[in-house]
């Protein structure tokens, strides 16, 4: 069953549509502005997140992730490919999310431990020793 703003389209049009071939439109047909605004947001959560991984030191494959993500969102432009079942397209955006949510673990890790050892280091009192030559007193 579609919503009631697809049928009033495919009225307007007067014969129906399989798809909208723009994954961006089958949303809003299908789950309203609210389904495709939450899905714009886990969108951009995405693209975000992906530059914070780009910012560590030690992330190797964040390009590659990165132009997947863009890859995905393009083809998704001018294709209803996304949601449909048994396509690889969700797939691999999940897999690119778990690898980006993993990189940035180990990136809070590594800052966390940076951190206790910069605070360790700062609470040991400086102990200096005698120069050469001067004998304690």
């Known amino acids: ?10 009225t307007s049009l007067g014969f129906k549509t399989p798809h909208a071939h723009n994954s961006w439109l089958e949303m809003a047909l299908g789950i309203g502005v609210v389904g495709a605004g939450i899905a714009a ?10 530059l914070r991984v780009a910012a560590a030191p030690h992330a190797e ?19 209803y490919e996304f949601f449909r079942a048994g396509r690889l397209m969700w797939a691999l955006f999940v897999a690119v999310l778990v690898y980006l949510g993993r990189e940035l673990a180990i990136r809070r890790a590594s800052r966390a431990e940076e951190r206790r050892a910069l605070v360790a280091m700062q609470a040991r009192p400086l102990v200096f020793a005698p120069a050469r030559g001067v004998a304690a007193q």
């Open 1 to 10: 069953e579609q919503s009631d703003t697809a049928q009033i389209f495919w």
């Open 41 to 50: 947001l886990g969108w951009l959560a995405a693209f975000y997140r992906t």
């Open 61 to 79: 494959h964040v390009a590659f992730c990165l132009a997947l993500l863009a890859a995905i969102f393009f083809e998704n432009l001018s294709e």
